[in-house]
């Protein structure tokens, strides 16, 4: 049995593809491509409505390219309307988000009425477990929460994932020595709430006390957390990173709007100047650390004076990258039936001053690291080097992929490559 798995969205999602390839594989499966596979899982998101239309247009484009292929559609479109989904042509099973956990036992099940072959019950004689280079990654991404209890008012991800669910500690490192043993050097930290980690268990825990408890760990493993909420990142975190070592410098600080007006509507626990604060302070305590954020622009009532403030107000900042969203209405959220609408070609042109404006940050941040040497891990064919600091340099070949070494930065280009 071959397989292929095509993910979209968010590192939550690259977390569940990495479950499903690592229990694939012990199955005997083997990995190849798309356009050749028995069986392709498709894991959606539904962030935007862009989003959704890259999932239906690629499940066309799989039946079209694989007329044999039976495609399996699992993720946050799966979840908020698989009526969409479940008609395309070839998919075998729509498996929303509640039932990922039990998708590898749908597939059993299923192959096992269609394919005289199946997926196997369990370990195969053949199978195989994960290492550095499965999916095209030379880091593993470890979800240890899932869900969200917050109440943003353009997000529909609540409603597709769920309240907030934590893994439990011990599971998590459990997870962490088995990841390491098979070869992983760094491991991604990744939740859609990340910061709420530990809020739902008994007795209560917090995202700093599981990082305190990884850091204590044996091992050399390096970690990245991932996404978090700005209320979410107090300043014993930012110590914890700066002082361990074991943590990357790369903090990714949604900031969506630096209008106070804006983050009231969009229903952010947060002001700009709160915001700015923390910034601050982490670029202060790590001048080299790497932040990023992510923006919307054209959200409804958002005038020409908030996106030209909004731009104005980001230029100062230290950021390293941003990623850059034009507003678009999600069914059942609030923000849908808001008013007054930012025309289409606003929003675009507003999106398209804000990522000028992100091209110029990240090539002074470039700029700001050149002369210095960062610790960093192949990737890929090894000739590419990822920094702790989340830059990308190329080196000469001769390193195979995961390998630690350290780069000294030589040269910044105009848009933002370093040498």
Request: with cysteine; proline share 6%.
């Given at each position: 049995?071959?397989?292929?798995?095509?993910?979209?969205?968010?590192?939550?999602?690259?977390?569940?593809?990495?479950?499903?390839?690592?229990?694939?594989?012990?199955?005997?499966?083997?990995?190849?491509?798309?356009?050749?596979?028995?069986?392709?899982?498709?894991?959606?998101?539904?962030?935007?409505?862009?989003?959704?239309?890259?999932?239906?247009?690629?499940?066309?484009?799989?039946?079209?390219?694989?007329?044999?292929?039976?495609?399996?559609?699992?993720?946050?479109?799966?979840?908020?309307?698989?009526?969409?989904?479940?008609?395309?042509?070839?998919?075998?099973?729509?498996?929303?988000?509640?039932?990922?956990?039990?998708?590898?036992?749908?597939?059993?099940?299923?192959?096992?009425?269609?394919?005289?072959?199946?997926?196997?019950?369990?370990?195969?004689?053949?199978?195989?477990?994960?290492?550095?280079?499965?999916?095209?990654?030379?880091?593993?991404?470890?979800?240890?929460?899932?869900?969200?209890?917050?109440?943003?008012?353009?997000?529909?991800?609540?409603?597709?994932?769920?309240?907030?669910?934590?893994?439990?500690?011990?599971?998590?490192?459990?997870?962490?020595?088995?990841?390491?043993?098979?070869?992983?050097?760094?491991?991604?930290?990744?939740?859609?709430?990340?910061?709420?980690?530990?809020?739902?268990?008994?007795?209560?825990?917090?995202?700093?006390?599981?990082?305190?408890?990884?850091?204590?760990?044996?091992?050399?493993?390096?970690?990245?957390?991932?996404?978090?909420?700005?209320?979410?990142?107090?300043?014993?975190?930012?110590?914890?990173?700066?002082?361990?070592?074991?943590?990357?410098?790369?903090?990714?600080?949604?900031?969506?709007?630096?209008?106070?007006?804006?983050?009231?509507?969009?229903?952010?626990?947060?002001?700009?100047?709160?915001?700015?604060?923390?910034?601050?302070?982490?670029?202060?305590?790590?001048?080299?650390?790497?932040?990023?954020?992510?923006?919307?622009?054209?959200?409804?009532?958002?005038?020409?004076?908030?996106?030209?403030?909004?731009?104005?107000?980001?230029?100062?900042?230290?950021?390293?990258?941003?990623?850059?969203?034009?507003?678009?209405?999600r069914p059942c959220t609030d923000a849908a039936v808001m008013t007054p609408k930012v025309e289409a070609a606003s929003a675009r042109t507003r999106a398209r001053i804000m990522r000028d404006v992100a091209a110029r940050l990240t090539r002074r941040f470039v700029a700001s690291q050149v002369g210095s040497v960062r610790p960093g891990?192949?990737?890929?064919?090894?000739?590419?080097?990822?920094?702790?600091?989340?830059?990308?340099?190329?080196?000469?070949?001769?390193?195979?992929?995961?390998?630690?070494?350290?780069?000294?930065?030589?040269?910044?280009?105009?848009?933002?490559?370093?040498?």
């Amino acid at each position: 049995m071959t397989y292929a798995i095509v993910t979209f969205g968010c590192r939550v999602n690259q977390a569940d593809s990495f479950e499903f390839e690592e229990g694939l594989r012990m199955r005997g499966a083997v990995v190849a491509p798309a356009a050749a596979a028995d069986l392709v899982i498709v894991n959606t998101c539904s962030v935007t409505g862009a989003a959704d239309r890259s999932a239906r247009r690629v499940i066309r484009g799989l039946s079209r390219d694989n007329p044999s292929a039976r495609i399996v559609v699992t993720g946050c479109y799966a979840t908020r309307k698989s009526g969409d989904l479940d008609h395309l042509p070839n998919v075998l099973a729509v498996v929303p988000n509640h039932q990922k956990n039990g998708l590898l036992q749908t597939l059993d099940r299923e192959f096992a009425l269609t394919s005289r072959e199946g997926l196997g019950g369990g370990e195969s004689p053949c199978g195989a477990s994960l290492a550095p280079g499965a999916m095209g990654g030379t880091a593993y991404p470890i979800r240890v929460q899932t869900g969200c209890n917050e109440a943003c008012a353009f997000c529909v991800i609540p409603s597709t994932r769920g309240p907030s669910r934590s893994r439990r500690v011990s599971e998590i490192r459990d997870q962490v020595d088995r990841v390491a043993a098979a070869g992983y050097k760094e491991m991604w930290l990744v939740g859609v709430h990340l910061g709420s980690f530990g809020r739902d268990l008994r007795p209560a825990t917090s995202l700093v006390k599981l990082l305190r408890d990884l850091d204590r760990q044996p091992g050399d493993t390096t970690f990245r957390i991932s996404s978090l909420e700005p209320m979410d990142c107090p300043r014993d975190l930012v110590d914890l990173v700066a002082e361990s070592g074991r943590f990357a410098p790369h903090f990714h600080l949604p900031l969506q709007h630096t209008g106070d007006r804006m983050l009231r509507a969009m229903r952010r626990p947060y002001t700009f100047e709160r915001y700015r604060d923390l910034i601050d302070q982490i670029h202060a305590r790590l001048p080299h650390a790497s932040i990023g954020s992510d923006l919307i622009v054209g959200f409804p009532g958002e005038s020409d004076r908030d996106a030209e403030a909004m731009a104005n107000e980001v230029e100062r900042m230290p950021f390293a990258y941003l990623h850059v969203f034009p507003y678009s209405d999600r069914p059942c959220t609030d923000a849908a039936v808001m008013t007054p609408k930012v025309e289409a070609a606003s929003a675009r042109t507003r999106a398209r001053i804000m990522r000028d404006v992100a091209a110029r940050l990240t090539r002074r941040f470039v700029a700001s690291q050149v002369g210095s040497v960062r610790p960093g891990l192949t990737l890929d064919d090894g000739t590419l080097v990822l920094t702790d600091n989340f830059l990308k340099i190329r080196i000469p070949p001769g390193l195979p992929r995961n390998i630690r070494v350290h780069v000294r930065i030589d040269s910044a280009a105009l848009d933002g490559t370093v040498q």
